[in-house]
Each structure stands twice: as structure tokens, then as C-alpha cells.
């Protein structure tokens, strides 16, 4: 995927969220197709690198042609990062990610990412949720909000 194109999704969030737009409607309850986005993978950090594996899955029941997830971290990325295509850098703590079509009962692309911290950690906070759910309504977040610990042992986390 082109840059341009994330930036589209990220801005497409952003617009649909009304953040920074004066006077921007933003959904209330009800107003998109109903669905159940959520997240599974596993995290590893070992020295100044992190990995994250995930798979975006939608258990309807509405599909969900896109979404955005968001990736936070408890510590500083180095400058340069080299991200999967799809993804963009979002802070100076955060990556988001787009999930492509998420079928009804089904899962959408697998998201590896590889980032490098700015400097070694004994351990770091990963938070992943989604950042713009692609006009729908997910009323179950305990699936698509996680918070996993990882330390510097190569050890995978799952979540």
C-alpha cells in the first residue's frame, strides 16, 4: 500500500472521529453497520527491537470493508522505522496500522511489524486497540483492547 493511501485511512479516521474539524458531526450509537473487530498475536522484545505478529479478526455481524488499529508503546521508537505496508508512524510512541477488509466471521491480513526503540528496555507496555473502526459499531472493546507486558528475554506474549 502507498503512503498516500494510509494517510487517506488515517485522515478518514480522523474526519469520521470529527477530530480538528470545528463543528464536526461525530456518530452516535447506532449509526453504522453493528460488528465485533478484534485482535490476537504475540509480542516479543529483545534488546532495542520489538515484534508484534497480530491478525485483525470481525465476528460480525456486519463486515467491515477497513479499520485502523493503533499500537502504543511504553517506550521511545528510534527515529528511523521500517514498517509494513499498510502502517504508519503515528508519535513518537505509536504506530497505526490498517487492517484491510475484515469479512463477516472472518480475519483480515496478518500485521507484522518490526520496530526499533530508540534504546534498550527491560521491558515495555504494548497497547493495542482500534483507532477507527471503519464506520461501524463494535460494542464488545474486550476483544480489540489489549495491554500486553513485554520483557527483554526473545520470549513471545500472547494476547
Known sequence: MRRGAVRSVVVAGLL???AGVPGAAQASPGDGPEAD???????????????????PEND??????????RVRLSAELADRQQLAEGCARAGSREVVCETGPLPL???????????????RAPEVAV??????????????HTNNEHVVLALDTGDAYAF
Open 60 to 69: 460480525g455481524p456486519a463486515a467491515v470493508p477497513n479499520a485502523t488499529l
Open 127 to 140: 497497547r493495542v486497540d482500534t483507532w477507527w473502526d471503519g464506520g461501524a459499531i463494535d460494542r464488545n
Open 105 to 119: 466471521h472472518g480475519r483480515g491480513r496478518h500485521i507484522a511489524l518490526r520496530l526499533e526503540l530508540r534504546e
Open 16 to 18: 469520521a472521529l470529527g
Open 37 to 55: 473487530v478484534a485482535y490476537h498475536g504475540r509480542v516479543a522484545l529483545s534488546g532495542a527491537r520489538l515484534r508484534i505478529w497480530l491478525v
